[in-house]
């Protein structure tokens, strides 16, 4: 079997709409911004479309792999192009599509080399879709690089804050990931003696030797585990997305550190399970480090770029905990905040993006009492971060409660801790709040207009998303739940 | 089949010799002239050394062996001819009476290469390599009014010359060990006797040969100088397409052994690793931007090496798409050199500030060449070195596959800076857009295309470079 195709190649046109979108942007002449934004959310929306369009369609009652478009591409290599869509990769193909489209959205005002920036964002959303939709080792790596450059010309040409040192040390830090990543991938293909980088036939259980499946399982997991932001190779993170401009910052924060999560999940925990179940403490430790860390430094921040980058760590490391608990709560979950924490993390950075662009300042201090001046820019930011504090109703409190009740019931001690630090990290999201939108009222701002209507569509989106998962958590858990039960029952 | 037509390549490469000698002759110097006949002949030339890819059989008394293998490197020989005549629109770094001169020493050095990829006796082999060296120790100096063009050459002689004495050495011992002078009984004979000190000191100062060509550590003094003081096409010329002939024969003698010495091996991962290291390190320090590329193919010649030391077939076939690979990736970023340096100066890194607006094109090119060559996908480079460490994982190197790596990041630190200074920092002061010809353009829209393509679809080179690499077996 060489060639194997759904009715219509949904997840290849999923791709495709990033690809030529990007092609048509490269040939529009650099002037004509306005064409070049309409042609970028054309792409961008036909992309969300189709994965919206996907997570609905998806059969849960079959499950498995379905979507599948499988074509040899390199034969002496076992190479395939081999896309599938799962209950694993569905929430991450949607929420790639929304933040995209949201992202464009936010970035509709930019000004200064328009042309580039879409054409990298584009690059850099191609690979990451690629990633997700990808079942084939090659084309997960190759993708996986594809999403990581293009965030050095985008941070460091559009960026601020100590831009071109950010965006240095991101670049660096995550092919330096990669340099692991890589060689682990390498050592899972030629000790299979299979000849070939498709996952699903990899994934049969005895095909590596425990040895060999713990050996690849740590190279993997620091490879992705340095762009999922695990503790102590988060530090990249903040400062990345501190620098980076508002739409990458989204794209960044709200996609790209899952792709780091989704990696150890699909290429780390899939190939290697036993590798997985001895390294799981060391997981659970580490993760527990980032939910602590995360929310004790976010404290102590005065920047508000600082403050969701640092929550970011933290949340990050809820999905790591739940990835570490090696059950099936723990895992949905993961999967879940993985999706909730990104729709959020974009809000965020959407709603301090707007802020930043008006008053040039992000310092919290320096703000104070925005939310007399703009009471609705304020308020997507509030529920941002109420969303991410874990209010009930709202997406993160149905993933973060799952995940606290499986670590707990694994690891009692770390699970203890990863929760007090979630009130911690309350504490520090509230204080934000409170010191930026509410008390005195600084005059400097007060002629700044607030959200129009047609600039608050990209946060709507994210809100209504928010909303809707968190008032129907099972329309996700459902999906997630086809691939996680299986998977976990059919551990050695 | 008459059996000289096995000589088609090397014997045009002789005629295009002969017609820029004529032209070298005549007294009134006009570049364009020059120019467009090299142009046409080198284009000619690759047509011919593609025609000729399936040739096979042994000529001169079996010291001359045709095969899928020596073709295909006469091949990308030809085209890394070709390219580099195409670089020469401005060839401003070269006084024009010189420049039939200049077209001539090309044409004998790609001849002399090609000659180099086909010997299969020790003897030939030398001569043909004296010949390349020869044509190339005349380039370097050929350069006008700079200064630094003069120590260039003398320190490149005296490196070549050293080199050579060494390499005649080796081959004394070798044949002293196995009595021949054939490769092809050498091949019989060494791998029984690799063990014995003789027989390893001699292919090891062998090697030392080419390792100088190839400018692998601690053969690698006369690279950045070299590359700063030569012309930019000279230097695109040894950048490239010696490099070439040079992974071509290194492979050929490590093939002698047949595999079996675990102590060549040894030599040859300390220096893999030495080179990647030092190459990569230095490089970041670098401001001139040919300096950069010379300490990045030291680092270069690393990675070939760890292909060649696997010793397999598909380590052989790996180096091959390395080499390829390394071939257009470098004659990207000479283009971009020669086209933004276009009064034949050096280029410093500073000098791209700003190329973004001038032209975006060759910004373009620059920065997937460079991200090719730090090997991040979907780049040919990248595609390259994945083969590369594939292959040195199939032998169980999993250290060396994971330093490579490590190094491969480093080294993304200064393509970085590179990619920085063209898309990021501003010209002190307002300069012109570049102004890029038609073909320029085109040439340009080439290399990037085959540089994605077989990046992301590299099944057709991959099965070329795996029968060729069959033939040293």
């Known amino acids: 079997m060489s060639m194997e195709f759904a009715n219509f190649p949904y997840l290849s046109a999923i791709l495709l709409s990033c690809v030529v979108g990007l092609l048509v942007i490269l040939f529009i002449p650099a002037e004509r911004k306005m064409l070049i934004k309409w042609v970028s959310l054309v792409s961008a929306g036909i992309a969300m479309a189709l994965s919206i369009y996907l997570f609905f369609a998806y059969d849960k009652a079959q499950g498995g792999l379905q979507f599948v478009e499988k074509v040899l591409w390199v034969e002496s290599m076992g190479i395939y192009y081999f896309n599938a869509a799962d209950g694993f990769n569905l929430p991450m193909l949607m929420l790639t599509g929304i933040v995209l489209f949201t992202g464009v959205l936010t970035m509709w005002d930019l000004e200064t080399r328009v042309k580039e920036f879409f054409a990298f964002t584009f690059l850099l959303v191609a690979g990451v879709f690629g990633v997700f939709m990808s079942m084939d080792l090659f084309f997960i790596f190759v993708w996986y690089d594809v999403s990581l450059f293009p965030m050095y010309p985008l941070i460091a040409i559009w960026g601020s804050t100590r831009k071109e040192y950010g965006a240095m040390k991101l670049t660096l830090y995550l092919l330096a990931g990669s340099a692991l990543i890589l060689p682990g991938i390498i050592y899972l293909f030629v000790n299979s003696g299979l000849n070939t980088f498709d996952v699903v036939a990899l994934m049969q259980p005895g095909t590596f030797t425990p040895f060999q499946q713990k050996f690849a399982f740590i190279l993997l997991y620091l490879g992705f585990g340095i762009l999922a932001g695990v503790w102590p190779f988060h530090t990249w993170s903040p400062v990345g997305h501190v ?53 004790f430094v976010g404290l102590a921040q005065t920047d508000l770029k600082y403050v969701i980058g640092y929550s970011s760590v933290s949340h990050m490391g809820i999905v790591g905990l739940g990835l570490a608990t090696v059950t099936i709560d723990g895992l949905n979950g993961a999967v879940f905040q993985m999706f909730a924490h990104g729709v959020m993390t974009a809000l965020l950075f959407s709603s301090v993006g707007y802020i930043y662009d008006r008053t040039h300042t992000k310092m919290i201090p320096e703000l104070g009492g925005l939310s007399k001046t703009m009471p609705i820019a304020s308020g997507y930011f509030i529920l941002a971060a109420l969303a991410g504090i874990g209010v009930p109703c709202l997406a993160s409190f149905w993933a973060e409660l799952l995940v606290f009740i499986s670590s707990f019931k694994v690891y009692p001690v ?78 050695p | 089949m008459m059996k000289w037509t096995l000589f088609i390549p090397e014997l045009y490469c002789l005629f295009m010799g002969v017609v820029f000698f004529g032209l070298a002759m005549v007294s009134r110097p006009n570049p364009r002239r020059d120019y467009f006949a090299a142009l046409f002949l080198a284009g000619v030339g690759v047509v011919v050394a593609l025609a000729s890819v399936r040739l096979e059989g042994t000529l001169f008394f079996e010291a001359y062996r045709v095969d899928l293998f020596s073709q295909v490197f006469k091949v990308m020989l030809a085209m890394g001819f070709f390219l580099v005549v195409c670089l020469c629109t401005e060839l401003n770094g070269i006084e024009e009476r010189h420049h039939p001169e200049f077209y001539l020493f090309l044409t004998t050095c790609t001849l002399a290469m090609m000659m180099l990829v086909s010997s299969v006796e020790l003897l030939t082999i030398y001569v043909a390599l004296e010949l390349s060296s020869y044509s190339l120790y005349i380039l370097v100096p050929l350069r006008r009014g700079y200064g630094i063009d003069v120590e260039a050459g003398i320190k490149y002689l005296m490196v070549g010359a050293s080199a050579s004495a060494v390499m005649l050495f080796g081959l004394s011992y070798i044949f002293g060990v196995t009595h021949t002078t054939y490769v092809a009984e050498i091949i019989q004979v060494l791998p029984t006797v690799i063990g014995t000190p003789a027989a390893i000191v001699g292919l090891l100062l062998t090697l030392c040969g080419f390792f100088f060509k190839l400018a692998v550590f601690p053969f690698h003094f006369w690279a950045p100088d070299v590359y700063q003081g030569a012309a930019n096409q000279v230097t695109a010329y040894i950048a490239t397409a010696s490099k070439v002939a040079a992974v071509a024969i290194i492979m050929r003698m490590v093939a002698l052994t047949g595999g079996s010495s675990t102590y060549l091996v040894d030599v040859l991962v300390t220096l893999s690793i030495a080179s990647m290291t030092l190459g990569n390190l230095v490089a970041i320090v670098q401001k001139d931007m040919k300096r950069l590329l010379a300490y990045s193919s030291i680092s270069h010649a690393g990675y070939v090496l760890i292909g060649i030391l696997s010793m397999s077939t598909t380590g052989y076939a790996s180096a091959i798409f390395y080499i390829l690979a390394y071939l257009v990736m470098n004659l990207c970023c000479f283009l971009v050199v020669v086209k933004v340096a276009h009064d034949g100066s050096d280029l410093k890194i500073a000098q791209l500030a700003g190329l973004h607006h001038r032209s975006p094109l060759l910004a373009m090119a620059l920065m997937l060449a460079v991200f090719g060559l730090a090997g991040i996908p979907p780049t040919i480079g990248f595609t390259g070195k994945f083969l590369v460490f594939t292959a040195a994982m199939e032998k169980g190197y999993v250290a060396l596959v994971i330093i490579a790596m490590i190094n491969a990041t480093i080294s993304l630190y200064y393509y970085i800076l590179v990619v920085k200074a063209a898309y990021l920092l501003e010209p002190d002061e307002e300069l012109p857009r570049l102004s890029v010809s038609l073909p320029t353009k085109v040439l340009t829209v080439v290399l990037v295309t085959v540089m994605v393509v077989f990046g992301v679809a590299p099944s057709y080179l991959l099965e070329v470079a795996r029968a060729a690499a069959r033939m040293l077996m």
């Not at chain 1, 794209?251 to 899952?258: D, E, R, T």
């Not at chain 1, 569509?457 to 329309?475: D, K, N, Q, T």
């Open chain 1, 243 to 295: 620098a980076a401009p508002t739409a990458v910052s989204m794209i960044h924060a709200g996609v790209l550190m899952k792709l780091g999560a989704f990696g150890v999940l699909r290429v780390a925990i899939f190939l290697c399970p036993e590798g997985w179940q001895y390294w799981a403490q060391l997981m659970a430790v580490l993760a527990t480090c980032g939910i602590v860390y995360g929310a």
């Open chain 1, 414 to 491: 770390r699970g203890a801790l990863a929760i007090c630090a979630l009130v911690v990290g309350a504490l520090f999201m509230l204080r934000v709040v409170q010191r930026t939108f509410y008390g005195e009222k600084n005059e400097k701002f007060a002629h700044i207009p607030d959200v129009t209507f047609v600039q608050g569509i990209p946060r709507m989106i994210l809100v209504a998303v928010i909303v809707i998962f968190g008032l129907f958590p099972s329309l996700m858990l459902d999906v997630v739940q086809t691939a996680v039960v299986p998977f976990i029952n059919g551990l």
